[in-house]
């Protein structure tokens, strides 16, 4: 039994007919070919697969691809471009927030939602709302170091 | 030929690229999703692997019936050992050490199972949902055996045997002498002893192991894509196991999520997978869900240690011994065997001090857990944490200052060249410069004072050290692995400019989040004279080099950097003769820069890309004999390697509510020798010194008496976040080194410096209740039984 779900990706409305088991993580991985969201543990605790759906960041590997119809998704994607990065992965690159890269999608995601929503006036409020990012790589610091400046960027642009 | 770039003749001489903070090459494909790891291929009309694998720690496997997960939708195929096992011949971890039994390496589990997690039965389907759901139809029929999980009842002789062909569970004993180390110490003025014990860690890089086995049936050939950080290894033993030739067997490993050790051997399913692959014609894929990643990938760290430092009436340190026994788990890896980890314990427990007697001696020993294998630092953070905690208990005891003990021993500048008791020699590095660095950057007399005023207002406030150094960038002459037939003393760098100008240079090592694309091409840069931008590293791909191993062993920048650096020079010769044609002028006065050859001191100058067009494009430039083509290759040995030390210091506050250890302050003074990168040797500090004090503090594999992993989920096995990591500070003694280039290895020691550290500032907050740290972990739970024990006989 499949069912018949319509998302908007990136700004790119997408349908398909999916089976009701299977994760948004695999739809957008396997089914959409969007990879550049990872899987690191498949139980909620790592981060790596995070998104955004309608405003709010969310584990894709907790979420069924059904309860995502008719939703509006953001993924790493979405972001910038390798020749246009956005802000924040622009500080990504000039801090040395990223290491191996495999936990960077769900850090970024996370990162954006945290300067949509948070003042992050300080280093504990970053480090925070990384909490629930796990990156073996980088000790967090370089990575707190990248979403501060992002945020000193933004308190400038935004009045 | 074009005039005036502005290249003036005084920035010929310098560095342009080694030493600056240059952002990576490989980040904007890793911030944009570009990036492609194991799990993202997509081969034509792949199908997916899933495991069945033991729930039993040590069974014989009676029966198995897969009928029903054949029949199952969309399966292809299911393979038993049985199946497969006229298909590849297994893969043994050889060594020419004594006193040492190979376990070989199969694909499935064949005859009985050895741990919790072992893969027993392959199902082949469409997708992976439908494999897994076929794995639950399969019935396996097992006998159990006796358990053995604690090393030392498995050392018993009447304990169950994992392998019978060895006669034994010790897998591995070895035993390291200089002088009569126990004589000295009966002798000594003081000393100090303890029984220290590691537990279980899990390296647990963020992207699960990966393969995909992708078959060409034009070519008879098969390409791995594998999350390995030792490809050139997988190729060469899957070459002679599958009796594939390389031309038609390639291993890559493309973007990398981590290793730390964990995707340094080679794996049952990357034999399982191109065995497979062959045998159905079609390309297969895998990647292991978190619960099986931990539970059957390499584990590590997992020993007991018991160890006297003899002391003379000054703190100077006469004589160490120590006898180690190491929990290696139920296989011994390829190709590091189960001794890497365990013996690099007792070669490196005398660290960076001048004791003149040591015995040391180590077992490995078998046990029904996973195997264990390299761990960021291999062995020598649980030396470190041993021989660290004994110069803290000296100083104790002595009345000495932890700074002041460590001065007293630490090899001084003018005795290097110095062979350590257990035989390794230390090169010329900054071991006393580190020390002293530490203490200036952390205020170290201002911390003692905050000290004061904390535990007189009855606070647990405590200041760690920790000092140790360690060997990278290791030649030929010294084998990674003790006895290990392969070599792992060369790498080799293939530089080559094409038709177009562009510069392409090939490695065999293998980056997983160290940024060697970057690191490498900023040694061409200033070697070759070539622009920074104009340099692609490809790296990671058996088919690049002639034979290569891989990234681990803190190496890379030292082999890979010394490889990249002479055949930089070659090539830059090669430029310099074609220049002298096209510009008229004798070699010597030719100077090459920024993607440009001149004539010195002139305004006539050639692009690289012209002189690549000169050479394989326009005929009438140069004569048929000077159209040398513009390609050159070095294999680089270091011989010996090279020495890294660090010193690091920790100040924790511990809250006696929670028994919660709050790390206050992290300072590292390391020497790596020429820095390539700072951004990215100080990041690699960051991140190794996360990882130790995970292992300080937090992480621990718990296995029952029964074998059964209790930690398998990241709720279990507990790694830190943002929030338990403290602001690491780094500051850098760029002493100098012999090998090519004066770089040193980095990579690993982080973590070799932070367990010690956190374990020495926690005995330190503690010493008013009388409490010595000998066990790591130090989770709250440990902590607050330690304080009630000391508590209670404090009121005796
Ligand atoms: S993969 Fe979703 S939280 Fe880890
Ligand atoms: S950069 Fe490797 S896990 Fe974060």
């Given at each position: 039994m499949t069912i018949d779900i319509t998302v908007t990706i990136n700004g790119r409305l997408y349908r398909a007919s999916v089976e009701p088991r299977l994760l948004l993580s695999d739809f957008l991985r396997d089914t959409l070919g969007l990879t550049g969201t990872h899987v690191g543990c498949e139980h909620g605790v790592c981060g790596a697969c995070t998104v955004i759906i309608d405003g709010d960041s969310v584990r894709s590997c907790l979420t069924?691809?059904?309860?995502?119809?008719?939703a509006t998704i953001t993924t790493v994607e979405g972001l910038g471009t390798p020749e246009q990065l956005n802000a924040l992965q622009h500080q990504f690159r000039e801090c040395h927030g990223l290491q191996c890269g495999f936990c960077t999608p769900g850090m970024l995601m996370t990162g954006m939602d945290l300067l949509k929503k948070y003042p992050l006036a300080t280093d504990d409020q970053i480090r925070e709302g990384l909490s629930g990012n796990l990156c073996r790589?980088?000790?967090?610091q370089n990575i707190v170091a990248a979403i501060r400046a992002a945020a000193a960027l933004r308190n400038e642009t935004t009045p | 030929m074009s005039k005036g770039d502005s290249v003036q003749p005084a920035d010929l001489l310098r560095p342009r690229h080694v030493g600056q903070p240059i952002r990576r090459t490989e980040d904007p494909r890793l911030l944009t999703g570009n990036g492609e790891y194991t799990a993202d291929r997509k081969p034509d009309r792949v199908l997916h692997v899933a495991f069945r694998r033991s729930e039993q720690a040590h069974a014989t496997i009676v029966a198995i019936d897969t009928a029903q997960a054949r029949a199952a939708p969309g399966v292809v195929a299911v393979f038993t050992a049985e199946d497969v096992a006229e298909l590849y011949k297994p893969i043994i971890p050889v060594s020419r050490m004594a006193n040492y039994y190979a376990t070989p390496i199969v694909a499935l589990a064949t005859?009985?199972?050895?741990?919790?997690?072992?893969?027993v039965v392959a199902v082949i389907a469409e997708d992976r949902y439908l494999a897994e759901d076929a794995l639950e139809l399969i019935e396996i029929d097992y006998a159990p055996l006796g358990v053995v999980t604690d090393p030392e009842d498995a050392a018993a002789a009447d304990a169950p045997l994992l392998h019978d062909e060895a006669g034994t569970n010790v897998l591995v004993a070895r035993e390291f002498k200089k002088g009569d180390a126990a004589a000295d110490i009966a002798a000594a003025h003081t000393s100090v002893r303890g029984r220290f014990r590691m537990t279980r860690k899990a390296p647990l890089a963020m992207e699960p192991r990966s393969y995909c086995a992708e078959f060409d049936g034009r070519r008879e050939a098969i390409t791995l894509y594998t999350s390995s950080n030792i490809p050139g290894i997988v190729r060469d033993a899957l070459a002679e196991s599958l009796d594939l030739p390389g031309s038609r067997l390639r291993v890559v490993a493309p973007d990398v999520g981590g290793s730390f050790g964990s995707k340094g051997s080679l794996y049952p399913e990357e034999i399982l997978l191109c065995v497979a692959a062959r045998k159905l014609r079609r390309s297969l894929k895998w990647t292991a869900d978190r619960l099986e990643d931990i539970a059957s990938s390499s584990q590590s760290f997992a020993e007991t240690i018991e160890a006297e430092l003899g002391f003379d009436a000054d703190g100077v340190a006469v004589a160490l011994q120590a006898d180690v026994t190491g929990d290696v788990g139920a296989y011994s890896i390829y190709p590091w065997t189960c001794a890497l980890e365990p013996v690099q314990v007792v070669s490196f427990l005398p660290g960076p001090y001048k004791i003149k007697s040591y015995r040391g001696a180590v077992r490995g020993v078998a046990t029904s857990k996973p195997p264990t294998g390299p761990y960021r630092g291999v062995g020598r953070p649980i030396s470190t944490f041993v021989t660290e905690r004994l110069m803290d208990m000296a100083a104790k005891a002595l009345g000495i200052d932890p700074l002041e003990i460590r001065r007293r021993n630490l090899v001084r500048d003018d005795e290097f060249p110095y062979r350590i008791a257990s035989g390794i020699i230390w090169d010329r590095t900054g071991f006393v410069a580190c020390l002293d660095a530490a203490a200036e950057a952390a205020n170290y007399a201002a911390l003692r004072q905050q000290q004061a005023a904390a535990r007189a207002a009855g606070r647990w406030f405590g200041i760690g050290l920790s000092s140790y150094a360690e060997l990278t960038g290791?030649?030929?002459?010294?084998?990674v692995a003790p006895g290990m037939p392969i070599n792992t003393g060369s790498e080799t760098a293939k530089i080559r400019i094409d038709s177009t100008g562009a510069i392409t240079a090939t490695f065999g090592v293998a980056s997983h989040g160290q940024g060697l694309e970057t690191t490498l091409a900023q040694v061409i840069a200033d070697d070759l004279g070539a622009r920074f931008d104009d340099i692609r590293v490809v790296q990671g791909d058996s088919d690049g080099v002639p034979m290569s191993t891989g990234t681990y062993a803190s190496r890379s920048a030292v082999l890979g950097g010394g490889a990249a650096k002479h055949a930089s020079v070659l090539l830059r010769e090669k430029i310099k003769r074609v220049a002298s044609h096209l510009l008229e002028a004798a070699v010597d006065d030719i100077d090459v820069a920024n993607g440009f050859a001149r004539v010195a001191g002139t305004d006539r100058t050639v692009s690289f890309k012209q002189v690549a067009k000169a050479v394989y494009s326009d005929m009438k430039t140069l004569p048929v004999e000077a159209r040398e083509e513009l390609e050159a290759s070095y294999t680089y040995d270091p011989i010996n390697g090279t020495t890294a030390c660090a010193t690091h210091l920790a100040a924790v506050e511990i809250d006696p509510a929670s028994c919660f250890v709050k790390v206050l302050k992290y300072v590292v003074a390391e020497d790596c020798g020429r820095i390539i990168n700072p951004m990215i040797v100080d990041g690699q500090v960051h991140g190794g010194v996360a990882q130790g004090i995970g292992a300080a503090l937090y992480e621990e594999m718990i296995y029952d008496d029964t074998g059964q992993l209790l930690s398998a989920s990241l709720v279990d096995y507990v790694i830190p976040s943002a929030v338990e990591i403290p602001h690491i500070d780094v500051v850098h003694i760029e002493s100098e080194s012999a090998v090519a280039g004066g770089f040193r290895g980095m990579g690993e020691g982080g973590t070799i410096g932070a367990p010690a550290a956190i374990a020495n500032a926690i005995a330190d907050a503690l010493a008013p209740l009388g409490i010595d740290v000998f066990e790591l972990p130090v989770t709250p739970e440990r902590l607050f039984r330690l304080i009630e024990i000391a508590r209670s006989q404090q009121q005796q």
């Open positions: 069924l691809a059904v309860r995502a119809d008719g790589c980088t000790g967090y | 005859g009985k199972v050895r741990y919790v997690g072992e893969a290791i030649g030929s002459r010294i084998a």
